[in-house]
């Protein structure tokens, strides 16, 4: 497994629409194992393949908290095919714009039918961490950060102190 550079706002490809997979073979198993592992590396809940500069639509998820057994979510051509009609707002990190975060709208249970790593079909219902992962992990396939969601105002000022705190850190380094 090799980890992948997280690509970082105002990155383009993160804004670009990704491609559906058109077969689950060796190199997407090979990609999926390589994202758990920057996932894992970065201390992050999920990844999509935009954020490591790749237009395919592959996800990993991993909601288990520190101590628990990890228990990976690999989707490839994942879509929501229902959802909730209840939202609720969380706060959101994404490791795109990192040590950043903002509370959010989503929908408070989606349900998603994706392609395992084996190519099977699969379809699962989620709430809580899970649902709102799925739901910012499946925004980043089209080009949507969670940022999107926020004011002007809000947007604004979160993307300035990303933008201080960088200058900081490479003065510092």
Not at 5 to 20: C, S, T, Y
Not at 55 to 80: S, T, Y
Not at 143 to 157: V, W
């Amino acid at each position: 497994m090799t980890k992948m550079k997280v690509l970082e706002i105002p990155h383009p490809i993160l804004r670009e629409k990704a491609k559906p997979v058109e077969k689950v073979d060796a190199r997407i198993v090979g990609l999926l194992d390589d994202m758990l592992e920057t996932m894992y590396a970065s201390n992050g809940v999920g990844l999509a393949a935009n954020q490591v500069g790749l237009l395919e639509r592959i996800v990993v998820i991993d909601c288990a908290r520190e101590g628990e057994e990890p228990d990976p979510l690999q989707m490839v051509n994942p879509k929501i095919i229902a959802h909730s009609e209840e939202i609720l707002c969380r706060n959101e990190g994404c490791l795109s714009v990192p040590r950043e975060y903002a509370d959010v709208d989503r929908f408070a249970v989606v349900t998603v039918e994706y392609l395992d790593k084996n190519g099977e079909k699969k379809t699962r219902t989620a709430d809580g961490l899970l649902g709102m992962a799925i739901q910012h992990e499946l925004d980043h396939l089209d080009g949507i950060l969670f940022i999107d969601y926020l004011s002007k105002l809000k947007r604004d000022k979160l993307l300035h102190h990303l933008e201080k705190r960088r200058k900081k850190e490479a003065k510092e380094a």
